[in-house]
């Protein structure tokens, strides 16, 4: 059993279908037509037996309970032992009230996340002696669980929809947005379910790993405004689309990597929809649409 992904959701912020939204791609998941998704989540393991969970969505407690290898091995003992978080976004921290129940497991983040989390007494429900929070520093990498590395970096982004002043840069870099970068048994996968762009600095970073995760939130930067579900751009709110000449299909076009998986996917998007001429697109150019409870082997 060596090192081992699965999507526990693959879904933004809201899922599929999300509560209030009677787009056509929610409403093809109602009704069965379409699989529905959930939020926003990543499984990981070197080994089989201790796992870490890359961002804790609303969705936790049925994707754990959806996933056999997550479940627990004695009256209070589970696989989890460490959840790292990429954003304060709601969509990647609320389901870290779920795992408040007195078990011990250390919270991984940067120290501008951590300070985010710190700042809401909620959040005090997981009791400080069951978790370690440990502020991680971009471009040192740790042991997240036996036998697997874990890199933080950060990613052009924005801060957290609920702290959004005046004035929003939806591109900077710093603490509050980052990627992972994974090592096991000579083997590299990257995640980044948030990105505004790819940076020339974030392309070379990614060339010629055995396998990435990448934003795949929207189809079309003005996707919700065209149906009438918003007022925002994905380059808003800190997401490059797939399509067109900006988007992440052409911008890792020329890159070399081995599996290229898109995560994140808002329910707008139209390549959830495995019957849609978009879903055909991406993956001819060579991209898994990503699913829940999908594994995938680096
Ligand atoms: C995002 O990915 O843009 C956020 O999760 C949006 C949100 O917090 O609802
Ligand atoms: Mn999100
Ligand atoms: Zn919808």
Request: hydrophobic letters at 45%.
């Amino acid at each position: 059993m060596g090192f081992r992904t699965r999507i526990l959701g693959a879904a933004a912020g809201g899922g599929l279908p999300q509560w209030n939204c009677g787009c056509g791609n929610c409403r093809r998941a109602r009704a069965g037509a379409i699989a529905a998704q959930t939020q926003s989540s990543l499984a990981v393991t070197a080994n089989g037996r201790d796992w870490a969970i890359l961002n804790a969505s609303p969705d936790i407690r049925v994707q754990l309970a959806a996933c056999p290898a997550l479940a627990p091995t004695g009256p209070r003992e589970v696989p989890l032992r460490a959840v790292l978080v990429t954003n304060g976004d709601i969509d990647h921290v609320a389901g870290l009230l779920t795992l408040r129940e007195m078990q011990p497991f250390k919270l991984y983040a940067t120290a501008g996340i951590h300070e985010v989390i710190a700042a809401n007494p909620i959040f005090a429900a997981l009791k400080s002696d069951m978790v370690r929070r440990e502020a991680v520093a971009l471009e040192a990498a740790f042991e997240i669980v036996p036998g697997l590395r874990a890199t933080l970096f950060p990613v052009p982004g924005k801060v957290p929809l609920y702290l959004e002043g005046e004035v929003v840069e939806t591109r900077a870099m710093g603490e509050q947005t980052v990627g992972v970068r994974l090592d096991a048994g000579g083997l590299t996968a990257f995640y980044v379910p948030g990105c505004a762009a790819l940076t020339g600095a974030l392309a070379a970073r990614v060339e010629g790993a055995d396998l990435v995760f990448f934003d795949g939130t929207l189809w079309t930067d003005d996707e919700m405004i065209r149906l009438g579900l918003g007022r925002k751009t994905g380059g808003r709110m800190g997401h490059m689309a797939m399509s067109g000449p900006e988007g992440s299909i052409a911008a890792f076009a020329p890159l070399r990597i081995g599996r290229k998986v898109f995560v994140h996917m808002n329910n707008t998007n139209p390549v959830l929809d495995p019957g849609s001429p978009e879903r055909a697109e991406a993956e001819a150019a060579g991209w898994i649409i990503g699913q829940d409870g999908m594994e995938i082997t680096p």
